[in-house]
């Protein structure tokens, strides 16, 4: 229900749990002037640093820094927003937090800032998602992509589409009136061709958020072949320089099993199933049941061979729970003991990459087929960082406006569709989301943010 009454005082620790220089206590609400005063001492100016000693209730000083107060709507949450900065160590900032929540807030729930500057309209949805997706950003790539989001880019694109549905459906329901006259109708409108515009710019912008889902997400890849053929080798190589940037985001638990590196910016889960073979230990039993189930939603998998092995030497369990539907290479290593020759070979469709992990040779080829497999193709700036549900939303927008297409003959039916595929698309925006649709997105924010 849309809020007649005022916000409540929501506030939390805004950076990371930790000692650091800084850290950042942020509270949202409304008329935050007199709590900003009772913190600094002052009545305090809008977007100023005020530098300042913080007190408890009985003026005890717990810290000095810097207070910002940024009145209504000009702030992140479109409320009043007051930010502390003090030493970022975690009993000041606690002590700082709890003094807030004696001057009448309340914690704020994770995503609370994001989704009240979203409900105030400050962010569409695709951009309040685009926050949690910068800063879960795994690679430099996937940040830049996230930022596109977040300034709006993917939205904006959304809108153009949903403008140019808009158009014709005024069009097509002007004249419902007259429904003698419907065939000629769209002949004169030109609506067919305007359709299949739609629908390739729709096409565009799936193509590119699917690019960017794979940013997001990355490839689960699997080494298997028998000790000492290289796969640790195999694995160091293909980091190279690249070695992602991998940080501890909630949920993602690194484990020794499991190991990410990046080509172009897109992450690779690879897990070298040696490890698996080597521990027999209760404790890491837990973790080996996890590193299987990843295993069997693995999207490639590699089997090192010998230059001079027969290939299929690996039938242990391993083989029986690797997942069908994933695509398989064969990849030859150490030719260099041989004649060093790196080749790709395709027979059929059963790919054999001969490479040497030792001196390099051949491990382009093993980037590019591992692109290939993925289905990059993207440069750089037009992609989307997209999530699973917003893939989903376009899909279901493309399908209506194919059966637009096939009602050219009923013109209550083909409004209807580009109607359906106009609701598809705003959803990804927020425009037509269910609550506790939101409810799930924004519960998966940090807090603070
Ligand atoms: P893993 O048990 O499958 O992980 O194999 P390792 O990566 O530990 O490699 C086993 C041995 O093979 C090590 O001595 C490596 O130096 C060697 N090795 C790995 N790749 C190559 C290669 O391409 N050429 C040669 N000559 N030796 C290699
Ligand atoms: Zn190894």
């Known amino acids: 229900s849309p809020a007649a009454r005022a916000p409540d005082t929501i506030a939390a620790i805004a950076t990371a749990p930790g000692r650091g220089g800084v850290g950042v206590v942020r509270v949202s609400g409304a008329a935050l002037s007199a709590f900003a005063q009772a913190l600094c001492g002052r009545e305090p100016q809008p977007r100023r640093a005020h530098f300042t000693r913080f007190a408890d209730a009985a003026g005890q000083a717990i810290d000095e820094g810097i207070l910002l107060y940024f009145p209504a709507p000009a702030s992140f949450t479109g409320e009043d927003v007051v930010e502390l900065q003090g030493h970022g160590g975690p009993v000041v900032m606690q002590l700082l937090l709890e003094r807030c929540l004696e001057l009448g807030a309340r914690l704020?729930?994770?995503?609370?800032?994001?989704?009240?500057?979203?409900?105030?309209?400050?962010?569409?949805?695709?951009?309040?998602?685009?926050?949690?997706?910068?800063?879960?950003?795994?690679?430099?790539?996937?940040?830049?992509?996230?930022?596109?989001?977040?300034?709006?880019?993917?939205?904006?694109?959304?809108?153009?589409?949903?403008?140019?549905?808009?158009?014709?459906?005024?069009?097509?329901?002007?004249?419902?009136?007259?429904?003698?006259?419907?065939?000629?109708f769209l002949e004169r409108a030109r609506a067919l061709p305007r359709l299949e515009g739609i629908r390739s710019e729709l096409e565009g912008l799936l193509d590119r958020a699917r690019q960017g889902a794979l940013l997001r997400s990355g490839l689960n890849v699997v080494l298997v072949g028998a000790p000492n053929v290289g796969?640790?080798?195999?694995?160091?190589?293909?980091?190279?320089?690249?070695?992602?940037?991998?940080?501890?985001?909630?949920?993602?638990?690194?484990?020794?099993?499991?190991?990410?590196?990046?080509?172009?910016?897109?992450?690779?889960?690879i897990i070298d199933t040696a490890g698996?073979?080597?521990?027999?230990?209760?404790?890491e039993r837990i973790g080996i049941e996890?590193?299987?189930?990843?295993?069997?939603?693995?999207?490639?998998?590699?089997?090192?061979?010998?230059?001079?092995?027969?290939?299929?030497?690996?039938?242990?369990?391993?083989?029986?729970?690797?997942?069908?539907?994933?695509?398989?290479?064969?990849?030859?290593?150490?030719?260099?003991?041989?004649?060093?020759?790196?080749?790709?070979?395709?027979?059929?469709?059963?790919?054999?990459?001969?490479?040497?992990?030792r001196t390099g040779a051949g491990i382009e080829l093993l980037r590019a087929e591992l692109l290939r497999i993925a289905g990059w193709h993207a440069h750089g700036e037009d992609v989307i960082l997209a999530r699973e549900r917003h893939l989903q939303a376009l899909r279901e927008a493309l399908a209506h406006v194919a059966a637009a297409a096939e009602q050219c003959a009923a013109l209550e039916l083909?409004?209807?569709?580009?109607?359906?595929?106009?609701?598809?698309?705003?959803?990804?925006?927020?425009?037509?989301?269910?609550?506790?649709?939101l409810g799930v997105i924004f519960s998966r924010f940090c807090i603070g943010k």
């Open 290 to 357: 996890r590193t299987w189930r990843e295993i069997e939603r693995a999207d490639v998998i590699l089997r090192l061979v010998e230059a001079d092995a027969s290939d299929e030497v690996v039938g242990d369990t391993i083989d029986t729970r690797l997942p069908a539907g994933a695509v398989r290479v064969t990849v030859v290593n150490k030719i260099d003991l041989g004649d060093g020759q790196a080749a790709r070979e395709d027979d059929a469709g059963r790919v054999r990459l001969r490479l040497s992990a």
């Open 108 to 184: 704020a729930e994770p995503g609370e800032f994001t989704r009240r500057a979203f409900l105030n309209g400050k962010l569409d949805l695709a951009q309040a998602e685009g926050v949690a997706d910068l800063i879960e950003a795994s690679t430099a790539a996937a940040a830049r992509s996230a930022l596109r989001s977040l300034s709006g880019k993917f939205s904006e694109e959304v809108r153009r589409i949903v403008d140019a549905l808009i158009d014709l459906r005024m069009l097509v329901e002007a004249t419902l009136d007259f429904p003698e006259e419907e065939i000629e």
């Open 231 to 269: 796969k640790s080798s195999l694995l160091n190589r293909l980091a190279g320089e690249e070695r992602a940037i991998v940080t501890d985001i909630a949920g993602t638990t690194r484990d020794a099993l499991r190991e990410t590196i990046q080509i172009e910016g897109i992450p690779l889960h």
């Open 276 to 283: 698996l073979r080597d521990t027999a230990d209760t404790v």
């Open 414 to 437: 083909f409004a209807e569709e580009l109607r359906l595929a106009q609701e598809s698309l705003g959803e990804i925006t927020g425009e037509f989301t269910a609550d506790d649709l």
